[in-house]
C-alpha cells in the first residue's frame, strides 16, 4: 500500500483563509461537543462497541423480554384457551397485484417474521467469518464439527426414548439450538466471560440453525415445486451477484431479489424462513476505508456551503455508502428482531394449556423426555467429546479457539432450546404429542440455563490463573495490529519490557483524541506495568492542522522532547498553527530554528505517512483507536473499561507467557 498525498499546512497555507466548515462526524463520534453540551459531560466511548459485543448486548435484554412473552403465552393459554388459539388461527390476506399470499397469523409469525431474525443470525455470523476471529478459516473446522455432532447426538438420544413410535418423526424438533435465547441466558450467566467464547458458541449455533433450516426444508415440506424453487435458487443467484452493483441500484434489487426469495421458497411449499439465513450469510462485511470515509467528508463539506437538496442527496448516499450492507441491515433489523419479532414469536407458539393430567402423562411421555434429555445431555455432550477428539485425533493442529471450560460452557448453553424447535413441533405434531414436545422443549430450555449457570459458577471458583487458561485455552489470539511495536522508531512511555503494550492511533486535532487524553496518563498510573505507544493518525479532510501538528511533535521527538510537546498539543488542541507551534517549541527550550526548518521542509512527513499507512492496514478509520497486546479494542474507552481490558490482558501474559526462570531451565535442557 503507498502512503497517501498528504500536504500539511505550512505558513503560507495557514495565513490563507479556510473555506467555511461544519464540525464534521468521524468515525469516532461527533467531531465537536453538541452546541450547549459541556466537555466533561460527552460519553468517552470512543468507536462504539463491538458488533459482536453489541450484538449480544441486545440479546441479553431481549432474553427478558422473550421470557416475559413466554410467561404471557402460558397464563393466556390456561386462561382463555379458546381466545389464545381463535387469534393465531385467523387468517390474513396479502395481495401485491397478481400475487396472494393467505395464511394464519402465526404462520405470518412462524414463516414471515421470523426470516427476520434468521435475516440477523446470519449476518452476524457473515461478520465474524469476514472481520471477527472465524477470517482464519481453520477456526471455523471444530465449532462447525461440534455444531454437527451436538445435532446428530440429540436425535439419536430421542430416537432411542421413542422407540420408532408415534413420536418418531418429530425427531428434527430435538436437534435445534434457540440462539436468541442461548445468547440471551450466556450474556446474564457469564457476565465478563471473555469476547472469544461467545465467538466460538455463535460459530456452532450458526452451523446449527443452517442445518435446522435445511431440515425443516427437506423433511417437514411437502409437495414441493420445482419451478417455484428453481425461481427461489434464481433469485438468491441474483442477490450473491447484486453486490457488484453501484450503491445506488443495489439496494432496490437486493430488497426486491430478496422478498422473490422468501415468496418463491414460500411457494414451493418450503418452510421460507430459510431465505433470511440464506442472505444473511451472503452479505459481506468490512470495515469503512477511510478513503471512502473522506470522499464523504468532502461531500458534507459540499453540503455545508451549498445546501441544496441535491448536495444533501449525494451526501446521504456517499455516507451510508461507507458502511457495509452487513452492517446498515443488522442496524436496521437487530432490535426489532430481538425485541419484537422472537417474543412475538414466542408469544404464538409458547401457550400450552397446563393441567395436572397433562404434566403427569409429559413425565413419562418418550416425545417430553427424550427431547429434554436430547438437548440437556446431548448436546453438551457431543459438543465437548466433538472439539476433546478432533483435537487429540489432529495432535492439537485443530483445537478450539478457546479452553474447555469455555467449550463446556458452549456445549451446555447449545442445549437452550426454543424457537426453531417449536417451530418444527408445531410441523411434526398435533394435539397431545405437540403439548408434549412443547412442554419438553421449555423443561430443556430452563433445565440447560441452569446447567450453564453451574458451571460458570464452578469455573469463576477457580483459581485465576487456572480460570484463564480453562476459558482461553492454548490456541493463539489473531493479531490485530498489522505493525508490531518498533522501539527504535515508535514513542514509548513506561518500561520497554512490560507485560501489556497499549498502542493508541491519535490525532492531535481531534476533540475525542483529547479527551481520552486524561484517561492515556491516568492508565500509567494505576499501572506500572505497562507501556504506552502513539501513533499519528491525522484525518486531515476535517482537522486541517492535524498534519502538521504531528511533525511537530516528530520534530520535538529529535530534540528530545517528544511527550512534552505531545501534551502540550493536546492542551492546546485549538491553537495548531504554525506559529503556535513555533511558540510551543520555545516553550520548551527547544532549538527553535532547527524545530521552524524541520516543519518548512518537512522532514518527518514521512514518519507520519509510515503511521498512517500502519493504520490503514489494521483497519484503523478513526480516532482515537486502541490496541492492547496487539489486540484491537472495540468497546467504550473511560478509564474503567479500559482497565478491565488490561487487566485481562496481564492476566492472558502471566498465564501462557513463560517466566525467565522456565526459559533459562529450558534452554539449559
Same mark, same amino acid.
Given at each position: ?342 417474543? =412475538?414469536?414466542? @408469544? &404464538?407458539? +409458547?401457550?400450552? !394449556? ?8 409429559? %413425565? $413419562? *411421555? ?72 412443547? =412442554?419438553?422443549? @421449555? &423443561?430443556? +430450555?430452563?433445565? !440447560? ?8 459458577? %464452578? $469455573? *469463576? ?75 499519528? @493518525? ?16 516528530? *520534530? ?114
Amino acid at each position: 500500500m503507498q502512503p497517501r498525498n498528504v500536504t500539511p499546512i505550512r505558513p503560507a497555507d495557514a495565513m490563507a483563509p479556510m473555506p467555511s466548515m461544519a464540525p464534521m462526524p468521524t468515525a469516532s463520534g461527533p467531531e465537536t461537543p453538541m452546541d450547549g453540551m459541556p466537555m466533561g459531560r460527552m460519553s468517552m466511548s470512543g468507536p462504539a462497541s463491538s458488533p459482536l459485543r453489541a450484538f449480544l448486548k441486545t440479546e441479553s435484554g431481549s432474553a427478558g423480554v422473550l421470557v416475559a412473552a413466554v410467561v404471557v403465552a402460558l397464563v393466556w393459554a390456561n386462561v382463555a384457551p379458546g381466545a389464545y388459539e381463535t387469534v393465531w388461527h385467523w387468517v390474513l390476506s396479502v395481495r401485491v397485484g397478481p400475487l396472494a399470499a393467505a395464511l394464519p397469523v402465526r404462520d405470518w409469525v412462524n414463516s414471515g417474521l421470523m426470516t427476520l431474525f434468521f435475516l440477523v443470525v446470519g449476518l452476524e455470523a457473515r461478520r465474524e467469518f469476514d472481520l471477527g476471529d472465524l477470517r482464519e478459516r481453520r477456526r471455523l473446522v471444530l465449532p462447525a464439527v461440534a455444531g454437527l455432532a451436538g445435532m446428530a447426538v440429540p436425535v439419536l438420544i430421542y430416537l432411542a426414548f421413542t422407540g420408532g413410535g408415534p413420536g418418531a418423526h418429530g425427531w428434527g424438533a430435538a436437534m435445534s439450538t434457540d440462539t436468541a435465547l442461548a445468547l440471551g441466558v450466556f450474556a446474564v450467566v457469564g457476565r465478563g466471560a471473555p469476547e472469544r467464547i461467545r465467538t466460538f458458541v455463535l460459530t456452532v449455533f450458526v452451523v446449527d440453525d443452517i442445518v435446522a433450516l435445511v431440515v425443516i426444508a427437506f423433511a417437514y415440506s411437502s409437495h414441493v415445486n420445482l419451478v417455484a424453487l428453481g425461481i427461489a435458487a434464481l433469485a438468491y443467484a441474483g442477490v450473491l451477484a447484486s453486490r457488484r452493483l453501484d450503491y445506488r441500484y443495489r439496494k432496490p434489487v437486493f430488497t426486491a431479489l430478496a422478498l422473490t426469495v422468501w415468496g418463491s421458497l414460500l411457494t414451493s411449499g418450503i418452510d421460507p424462513v430459510v431465505a433470511g439465513l440464506a442472505v444473511g450469510l451472503a452479505t459481506s462485511a468490512y470495515v469503512p476505508k477511510r478513503d471512502t470515509l473522506e470522499e464523504a467528508t468532502a461531500l458534507v463539506r459540499l453540503f455545508r456551503e451549498q445546501p441544496t437538496a441535491e448536495a444533501a442527496s449525494s451526501a446521504s448516499r456517499r455516507l451510508t455508502a461507507t458502511l457495509s450492507a452487513n452492517a446498515r441491515l443488522r442496524h436496521a433489523f437487530h432490535r426489532v428482531a430481538s425485541y419484537v419479532v422472537v417474543p =412475538l414469536f414466542a @408469544l &404464538a407458539n +409458547a401457550g400450552i !394449556a397446563v393441567n395436572a393430567d397433562v404434566l403427569a402423562s409429559a %413425565v $413419562t *411421555a418418550p416425545i417430553t423426555v427424550g427431547i429434554f434429555l436430547a438437548y440437556v445431555a446431548g448436546k453438551p455432550l457431543a459438543v465437548f467429546g466433538t472439539s476433546w477428539l478432533l483435537a487429540r485425533l489432529s495432535r492439537g493442529s485443530l483445537q478450539p479457539a478457546v479452553g474447555w471450560a469455555g467449550v463446556l460452557s458452549g456445549g451446555t448453553m447449545a442445549g437452550v432450546a426454543f424457537t426453531v424447535s417449536l417451530l418444527i413441533a408445531d410441523l411434526a405434531f398435533t394435539g397431545r404429542e405437540l403439548e408434549q414436545a412443547k =412442554l419438553g422443549v @421449555l &423443561a430443556a +430450555a430452563a433445565g !440447560a440455563a441452569l446447567l450453564t449457570f453451574a458451571v460458570q459458577r %464452578v $469455573t *469463576a471458583s477457580l483459581p485465576e490463573a487456572v480460570r484463564t487458561r480453562a476459558l482461553l485455552g492454548d490456541a493463539p489470539e489473531l493479531t490485530d495490529l498489522v505493525a508490531p511495536v518498533d522501539l527504535g522508531r515508535d514513542h514509548v512511555r513506561g518500561p520497554e519490557d512490560a507485560a501489556v503494550t497499549v498502542v493508541e492511533y491519535g490525532d492531535f486535532e481531534c476533540p475525542w483524541t483529547g479527551m481520552v487524553a486524561p484517561t492515556a496518563r491516568e492508565l500509567l498510573a494505576d499501572n506500572a506495568d505497562i507501556r504506552y505507544v502513539w501513533r499519528h @493518525l491525522p484525518l486531515h479532510d476535517i482537522h486541517p492542522h492535524a498534519q502538521l501538528a504531528a511533525e511537530a511533535a516528530e *520534530a520535538a521527538g529529535a530534540q528530545g522532547a517528544f511527550w512534552p510537546m505531545h501534551d502540550l498539543l493536546l492542551a492546546n488542541q485549538g491553537d495548531l498553527h504554525f506559529d503556535a507551534l513555533v511558540g510551543y517549541a520555545t516553550q520548551l527550550g527547544l532549538n527553535t530554528a532547527r524545530f521552524r526548518e524541520d516543519l518548512l521542509r518537512g522532514r518527518f512527513t514521512s514518519h507520519v505517512e509510515r503511521d498512517v499507512e500502519s493504520a490503514d492496514l489494521s483497519g484503523v478509520a478513526g480516532t482515537p483507536t486502541f490496541f492492547i497486546n496487539d489486540q484491537r479494542h472495540d468497546g467504550p474507552q473511560d478509564l474503567t473499561t479500559l482497565n478491565t481490558a488490561i487487566t485481562g490482558a496481564r492476566t492472558r501474559a502471566a498465564t501462557f507467557t513463560p517466566s525467565a526462570a522456565a526459559v533459562t531451565a529450558a534452554a539449559a535442557a
